[in-house]
């Protein structure tokens, strides 16, 4: 089977790693000159509104697929009249728009945080005074990594939020005092057949994912199941196939749904070395009608992203539980440039070893 995708970063190049035992050969479309995933599978270069490079693309693949869901949705349905698209363009367009994503979840009866559209100052003060502070503001399109966003907490900050984000179709969402983050990562074939990842727990730094724990510690039984019964309502309503990740805020026994990414995720990394299947293998067997690996975590594991740069190899792997994964990318603040995931024999070992893990791959501040 011949895969073409969308994007040629981290989760382009994760992809294409998981095709060669599987016989499955991937080509990335990516504008840049050195992606990621053009290191490990050939690349068509061109950007994702280019006609003649999508062409190209639908030449080369046998079904395609995206692997960030800032893809132009025009673009996904142009070579969907050519060749299979998976996951549904639908699904980029909805996970595009921070309202659309709202209220789909809203209409599926999937708890949210309480949101509203604001498209002016005026509604934007009638919003604060619905919803109430603290509160955060954000941009409704091209938001990722905590980027073009605002915490509310008093008037003042609104001025300025308004002020920085102000002209654009904005939302604001009642601000959760979550007691901690999880994903859940599901995925469906091409048969419909639907199997989920435990829950994660997430840990956020300026709003870039810092940790991932999987499984997450105390979940329970009924959290878990409910977690992945809302996702199943998302690849159902969608006609869905491949990997589908929901971000939840829990607070207390409630799961709020922040947001959805209809491609494989960072919170899954973890899944490469510490899962039967790893996410990215799952999502290839689906989009290519082939039966779904079990999602059954391998022990206990966490994953700790490495932002801004690597640190050297022989540091990292000092640690015996460590494997490490760069992507090739040049160093950058900010930037996403590798991971390490660490196994643990027990719930007990890794709560033990979790403290030592944390100050080992702690992210230094502004990285
Ligand atoms: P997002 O880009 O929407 O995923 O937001 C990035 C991070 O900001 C989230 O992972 C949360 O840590 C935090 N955040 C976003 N929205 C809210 C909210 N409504 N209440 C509390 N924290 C939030």
């Not at 994760?14 to 053009?38: I, K, N, Q, Y």
């Not at 810092?210 to 979940?219: E, K, L």
Request: proline share 7%; with cysteine; hydrophobic share 40%.
């Amino acid at each position: 089977m011949r895969v073409g995708v969308l994007g040629g970063g981290q989760l382009g190049r994760m992809l294409a790693l998981a095709g060669h035992p599987l016989g499955v050969r991937c080509t990335v479309l990516d504008p840049a000159a050195e992606s990621s995933a053009g290191q490990v599978c050939p690349q068509i270069r061109g950007e994702f509104d280019d006609f003649r490079a999508l062409y190209e693309l639908a030449r080369a693949s046998d079904v395609v697929t995206f692997e960030f869901e800032n893809v132009p949705v025009e673009s996904a349905r142009w070579l969907a009249e050519r060749v299979p698209v998976f996951p549904p363009p639908r699904a980029l367009e909805v996970s595009q728009e921070r309202l659309a994503e709202k209220e789909f979840f809203a209409s599926l009866g999937i708890p949210t945080p309480p949101f509203a559209a604001v498209d002016s100052r005026a509604e934007f003060d009638a919003a604060v005074r619905e919803i109430g502070l603290p509160a955060v503001l954000k941009t409704r399109r091209f938001g990722y990594d905590g980027k073009g966003q605002a915490v509310l907490r008093t008037p003042a900050d609104c001025d300025a939020a308004w002020e920085r984000l102000g002209g654009r179709p904005l939302i604001l969402e009642g601000f959760v005092p979550f007691d901690r983050e999880l994903s859940v990562i599901a995925v469906r074939g091409r048969d419909g057949q639907v199997t989920t990842y435990p829950l994660i727990e997430n840990v956020h730094r300026d709003g870039i994912l810092h940790r991932s724990v999987s499984p997450a510690a105390n979940t329970g039984e009924e959290l878990a199941e409910r977690a992945a019964e809302y996702a199943s309502r998302v690849l159902a309503e969608l006609d869905y196939v491949g990997v589908l990740t929901v971000e939840w805020f829990q607070d207390g026994p409630r799961l709020l749904a922040n947001e959805m990414a209809p491609r494989v995720h960072n919170s899954g990394h973890g899944t490469i070395d510490a899962a039967v299947t790893s996410q990215f293998e799952n999502h290839l067997r689906a989009v290519c009608g082939l039966p779904l690996g079990r999602c059954d975590a391998v022990g206990w594991s966490a994953m700790y992203n490495f932002i801004g740069s690597v640190p050297p190899a022989a540091e990292v792997l000092a640690n015996p539980d460590a494997k490490l994964h760069t992507y090739g990318k040049s160093p950058r603040p900010g930037r996403k440039v590798g991971h390490v995931t660490l196994r643990a024999a027990s719930a007990d070992d890794l709560a033990e070893k979790l403290p030592d893990w944390d100050r080992q791959f702690e992210r230094a501040p502004g990285t």
